[in-house]
């Protein structure tokens, strides 16, 4: 952690590339203190795990990055900070919806579809991380979707009303803020417990696929590198890295 004792920045711009990559740029002209978040109307190139699009329509959703500098973390330890980013989401918009659960490894879904993703972006240096961007697209407000992801809702589409984005925004950020701490004060357990509680399909067994084909598992647990572990009707436990391996809907 920088010290760098200056409340954090929140800035908000009409339209970027990318949340990520404007917060990026900000960085690299001046050292922001930890915590600062861009947050824009309008992405034009909004970016998800392994290249991924985000559909977001200007003006209706929160899109926004915010910077930490975690660098009394291990490198392989950083799944914690996907694990807080995805508990302050679903404690966030578990004020206005049930049934809110964190899909592994950071996808935020209400049942079976998809309300919110995230990117992180992670530079190292060493054996600890130098700086973490974390990008998060959350839909609040969006009434239709065309794109071709295959599951995707709003807060709206669910309740039926109007959301505030700067209020839903600061929402995030108490609770971010105070998962952080927790981290910092290597309370990983505690963390890690209240990740797998609202883990996605946690509670049965239900249908996966691999490279070899598809079979039905329960959620073993998360390792603390963030790998799954499934257990198989027969008992049998398989472990797999992001993007191994998928939950079939």
């Not at 130098?130 to 009434?143: A, F, T």
């Not at 589409?157 to 290597?186: A, M």
Request: with cysteine.
């Amino acid at each position: 952690m920088k010290e760098n004792k200056e409340a954090p920045q929140i800035m908000h711009l009409p339209e970027v590339v990318s949340t990520n990559q404007s917060l990026r740029a900000c960085i690299g002209s001046r050292l922001l203190p930890e915590g600062s978040v861009l947050w824009a109307d309008n992405q034009t190139a909004g970016r998800g795990q392994m290249g991924n699009s985000w559909e977001s329509e200007p003006g209706k959703n929160l899109t926004f990055s915010v910077v930490l500098y975690p660098d009394v973390i291990p490198v392989n330890r950083q799944f914690l900070l996907s694990q807080i980013t995805a508990l302050s989401v679903q404690e966030t918009l578990s004020q206005y919806t049930d049934e809110v659960r964190i899909k592994w490894p950071n996808d935020i879904y209400w049942k079976d579809q998809k309300i919110c993703g995230m990117l992180v972006e992670n530079d190292l240096a060493g054996t600890t991380i130098y700086c973490s961007i974390i990008g998060i697209g959350l839909n609040l407000n969006q009434e239709c979707f065309v794109s071709n992801a295959p599951n995707p809702i709003s807060l709206s589409q669910i309740t039926g009303k109007h959301y505030d984005r700067e209020e839903i925004l600061h929402q995030f950020l108490s609770r971010f803020y105070s998962y952080y701490l927790l981290l910092l004060q290597e309370k990983e357990e505690e963390i890690r417990q209240a990740y797998q509680s609202v883990l996605y399909r946690n509670d049965a067994y239900y249908p996966y696929q691999d490279a070899e084909g598809s079979f039905d598992a329960c959620i073993e647990g998360i390792e603390l590198t963030g790998h799954l572990l499934l257990k198989l009707r027969d008992g049998s436990i398989r472990r797999y890295a992001f993007k191994e391996v998928s939950c079939l809907l």
